[in-house]
Every structure is written in C-alpha cells, then in structure tokens.
C-alpha cells in the first residue's frame, strides 16, 4: 500500500491544521486508517484512527480538539487539528492496515509556536 500524507506545516498556538493522507496500490479493502505522532525524544503515539465503517477512536490528548475523516470510496483520510498546542508539535505518521499488515507513511511535520 503506497500511502501520500499532506498538509501540516507551522501554526501559532491555538490554530489549527488539517494533515491528508490518500492510500493507494492495493485491490484488497483497507481496514482501519489513522495518524501516529512522534515528538522528540519520545514514543509514537495513537493520534486518532478511523475504521471502514466510519467509526473512530481518538487518543487523550487529542480528544475535542481534534477530528479525523474519511472519504471511503477513496481511501483518503484527513485529521482536522483545532486548538493546536505547542505539546502537539511531532512528526505524524499515517497508516492504513490491510489485512494482518500495517504501512506507514513518511511522516508530516507539525510545528506549533506558543
């Protein structure tokens, strides 16, 4: 599965982002879609992940804040970040799981500024 991640960048405290990631070359239906992050010095955490029915699941430090989507027909899921804080700041990884097999993406950084 080839997975393409977009958005992200730099914002100041308190504004928001929106991180895409579109999955490709795969005839099998992909399961659940999401985002990771990594900050510095610290272990990759679950940011949010969406299920094929739509479902979704949101780490703790996210919740009410942040919001992800997905566009089923096309594999595409998108992270709506809002309220961003400087503790976000991180490299975010998306993945989309096909069967037993996980692929990643490269990675978008998001950059937070108080």
């Known amino acids: 599965v080839r997975l393409v991640e977009s958005g992200g960048g730099l914002v100041q405290a308190g504004g928001s982002l929106r991180l895409s990631c579109a999955a490709s070359g795969t005839s099998f239906p992909i399961g659940d879609m999401g985002w990771h992050r990594q900050a510095p010095g610290e272990e990759r955490e679950l940011v949010a992940r969406?299920?094929?029915?739509?479902?979704?699941t949101y780490g703790e430090s996210v919740k009410e804040r942040f919001s992800i989507s997905r566009d089923r027909g096309k594999n595409t899921v998108h992270l709506q970040m809002n309220s961003l804080k400087p503790e976000d700041t991180a490299v975010y990884y998306c993945?989309?799981?096909?069967?037993?097999?996980?692929?990643w993406g490269h990675g978008r950084q998001v950059t937070v500024s108080p």
């Open positions: 993945y989309a799981q096909v069967a037993q097999y996980t692929s």
């Open positions: 969406i299920r094929r029915d739509g479902g979704a």
